[in-house]
């Protein structure tokens, strides 16, 4: 089945201790992305990346890190996590980046729960 | 640069009477436009799609929206409501330029359909 996973799904953790939330699609996609989702807000995009080894920043990018080393993987890594990222997080994948009328379809995954304390 | 919004938070109807989700959007080139669904506790789920084919665009489950590029809007529209329609609305742009694979969402809408 095509899809896109995160891991964990829920995570409560403390200010200060790094984490990492997995995301990994199988879908031989290009394009991926992570938004943040926080209410009254919609969804910001915080980082994305158009192909390996290459990323680039989104609206909202501070304190947030990512890698892409695999076509498959993009993990979003919280060095020294706050309060005010505790929001809703999703990864997101398209075949190509696109834009404007070639933008591609962006396929989303279930969601990461993440409260810092 | 690109910006979307959605006139209405909050959007309550009662079942079998029509839904309109109104959304305006604002872009520097010829834009792609999306609606995207997301029940409670759900992840996100595209609707429908325009990419300059056809002003009026048909989704899944009965919705449509149609692009009116002198009005900047792409409002969604559904003729009957259903119970199983309740949840948060996104209208999504992508626009040309530089912004690669860049989508700016807008607020969002709650839908509420009362029996």
């Known amino acids: 089945e095509a899809q896109v996973t995160q891991n964990p799904r829920y995570l409560i953790t403390v200010t200060g201790k790094k984490l990492t939330v997995t995301c990994s699609q199988n879908m031989n996609h290009e394009y991926m992305s992570w938004y943040r989702q926080d209410p009254g807000l919609g969804l910001r995009q915080i980082y994305y990346s158009m192909n390996v080894e290459v990323t680039d920043k989104g609206d909202v990018p501070e304190g947030y890190k990512v890698s892409r080393k695999e076509k498959r993987n993009f993990p979003l890594i919280l060095e020294s996590p706050s309060p005010n990222q505790t929001s809703l997080y999703f990864c997101a994948s398209s075949l190509r980046p696109g834009r404007g009328f070639s933008t591609d379809t962006q396929y989303f995954g279930p969601g990461t729960r993440l409260t810092v304390l | 640069a690109q910006s979307v919004t959605q006139l209405d938070s909050h959007v309550s109807v009662s079942e079998g009477t029509p839904v309109l989700l109104r959304c305006n959007y604002s872009?520097?080139?010829?834009?792609?436009l999306f609606w995207y669904v997301q029940h409670p506790n759900k992840g996100l789920q595209l609707l429908l799609k325009y990419t300059s084919a056809a002003t009026l665009v048909k989704g899944i489950n009965g919705f449509e929206a149609e692009f009116k590029k002198s009005e900047t809007s792409f409002h969604l529209t559904k003729p009957s409501a259903h119970m199983s329609d309740a949840a948060e609305y996104f209208c999504?742009?992508?626009?040309?330029?530089?912004?690669?694979?860049?989508?700016?969402f807008g607020q969002g809408t709650i839908l509420t359909v009362h029996p």
């Open positions: 999504v742009v992508s626009a040309g330029g530089t912004s690669y694979g860049k989508l700016t």
């Open positions: 872009s520097s080139y010829s834009p792609s």
